[in-house]
């Protein structure tokens, strides 16, 4: 097909890579400064992209928001490997040398996650005080704190055992984090086909996991989170989100050609 010109030179904002299936994609969403989406297809592979006349994406809410929009579109329908935020092709060229270099690790990554989207789980302590729920579940603590508040607070040992005190209180908490954590994955494998478990955030998160899941299990995996729900008590507040593209089970690590390597042909490129 005839590629317009005007469009081809201009700079490439990448939102995800996917399998091509030679036909002509009309994306409805709207990019990062509202510009179209569209597709540029080479080898059988798909970049979805939109046109920029930035050379720098600021990380700015807006922008964020925009290129998420356009990932969960493209996630509702068919499996694709998201990109990054901020990643800038110099041209339709460019994007599709970026494609026929990289070929072979983005088709194994699309042959491990097609037909599979994320879920997000975090769980969390639904306690107006962490730390005095601590201590009320932790006698230890309890009393650890209790001996260092009948102290004399002119004992130069005083701020020592405070810190003792501290890193108690962690310890534990990191502990009821990790059996909790390992409690709940036993359950989710058998509803997903891989877990990664990310830092948390909040003194009072208690986990924050992704899970790989096959789009047609996700009625499952639901019941598999409500399973693992009754594990614990009202204390533990389960939240799971979804389904995602799934950024936490890429691995790309995609590199241009070198400036020696003649550009390959240009091949199709779909506009809105």
């Not at 904002?13 to 400064?33: H, Q």
């Not at 510009?35 to 990380?59: E, F, H, M, Q």
């Not at 599709?96 to 983005?106: M, P």
């Not at 409500?226 to 009202?234: E, W």
Request: aromatic share 8%; glycine share 4%; net charge neutral.
């Amino acid at each position: 097909m005839n590629i317009d010109k005007s469009r081809s030179y201009r700079a490439k904002v990448l939102y995800a890579l996917c399998a091509s299936d030679d036909s002509k994609p009309n994306y409805k969403i709207r990019g990062l400064e509202s510009a179209s989406v569209y597709a540029i297809d080479k080898n059988g592979l798909r970049a979805v992209v939109s046109d920029t006349l930035s050379t720098r994406l600021r990380p700015e809410r807006r922008n964020i928001t925009a290129h998420q929009a356009v990932l969960h579109s493209l996630t509702e329908e068919n499996t694709v490997l998201p990109m990054r935020f901020g990643v800038i092709a110099r041209n339709a060229e460019a994007v599709q040398n970026l494609l026929a270099s990289n070929q072979k690790t983005i088709r194994e990554h699309f042959e491990r996650l097609n037909g599979r989207v994320e879920m997000g789980l975090r769980v969390s302590w639904d306690v107006t005080n962490i730390y005095e729920y601590f201590v009320a579940l932790h006698p230890i603590l309890s009393e650890t704190r209790d001996e260092i508040w009948n102290r004399d607070s002119r004992d130069g040992n005083r701020r020592e055992e405070k810190i003792r005190l501290g890193n108690l209180y962690e310890s534990l908490r990191s502990a009821d984090r990790k059996e909790s954590t390992e409690k709940v994955k036993e359950v989710l494998f058998d509803y997903c086909e891989d877990i990664i478990e990310n830092p948390v955030k909040k003194e009072k998160d208690v986990m924050n996991l992704a899970c790989l899941v096959e789009r047609k299990r996700l009625d499952e995996f639901a019941k598999g989170v409500f399973q693992a729900s009754k594990l614990f008590d009202n204390v533990y507040l389960f939240d799971y989100t979804g389904p995602w593209a799934p950024h936490n089970f890429v691995t790309l690590d995609l590199h241009a050609p070198t400036a020696k390597k003649k550009a390959l042909p240009s091949e199709s490129v779909h506009p809105d």
